[in-house]
């Protein structure tokens, strides 16, 4: 009788198997979201940073 843990590799092969055509197209779509969050957070500290250096400029004389 199988183990519960080589039904899981069983399982997990034939998952691999049936998705392969899939998963580069998954990759993609999960690495379109982080690319985005990251060009923002970016933007966000590149705004902060031209905030300050606003700030500390003197006042013209």
Request: hydrophobic content about 55%.
């Amino acid at each position: 009788m199988f183990v519960l843990s080589e039904l899981a590799i069983i399982l997990i092969v034939v998952i691999a198997v049936l998705a392969a055509k899939k998963l580069p197209e998954l990759a993609r779509s999960a690495g379109k979201p982080a690319r985005i969050l990251k060009a923002e957070a970016r933007a966000m500290k590149e705004m902060k940073q031209e905030q300050g250096s606003a700030g500390e400029q003197p006042a013209p004389a």
